[in-house]
């Protein structure tokens, strides 16, 4: 659909100055023509327009992550899993086989 980067910068910064904080990637989709969100991605493949598409996702991402320190975070928090964030938790143990040997004989 896009023959040049320009044009697709020009249309990307259309989306975003329309829309303002009420940014999606399906809704960049639809702007730009799209028929699906896959689009996006497969633009994003393209070593000419990979930059572009690479930005503007970035882009809605760091408008998602501002708005983490809002009251209604629940659907913020949906949509930055869906780009690739996670909740986890980090544990670091570090057993010692011989104790641990000792212990269950111990506790036999």
Same mark, same amino acid.
């Given at each position: 659909?896009?023959?040049?980067?320009?044009?697709?910068?020009?249309?990307?910064?259309?989306?975003?100055?329309?829309?303002?904080?009420?940014?999606?990637?399906?809704?960049?989709?639809?702007?730009?023509?799209?028929?699906?969100?896959? #689009? *996006? &991605?497969?633009? =994003?493949?393209?070593? +000419?327009?990979?930059?572009?598409?690479?930005? /503007?996702?970035?882009?809605?991402? #760091? *408008? &998602?992550?501002? =708005?983490?320190?809002? +009251?209604?975070?629940?659907?913020?928090?949906? /949509?930055?899993?869906?780009?690739?964030?996670?909740?986890?938790?980090?544990?670091?143990?570090?057993?010692?086989?011989?104790?641990?040997?000792?212990?269950?004989?111990?506790?036999?």
């Amino acid at each position: 659909m896009y023959e040049t980067v320009e044009e697709l910068d020009t249309a990307i910064q259309a989306y975003f100055d329309q829309a303002g904080e009420d940014v999606t990637i399906p809704g960049l989709a639809y702007f730009l023509g799209f028929a699906s969100r896959q #689009s *996006i &991605y497969d633009y =994003k493949e393209r070593e +000419q327009f990979s930059y572009s598409i690479k930005r /503007a996702v970035l882009k809605i991402e #760091s *408008i &998602y992550a501002a =708005k983490l320190s809002g +009251q209604n975070v629940t659907g913020v928090i949906f /949509a930055l899993k869906n780009m690739g964030w996670k909740d986890k938790v980090e544990s670091d143990i570090n057993l010692n086989t011989d104790a641990v040997k000792n212990i269950i004989i111990e506790n036999v």
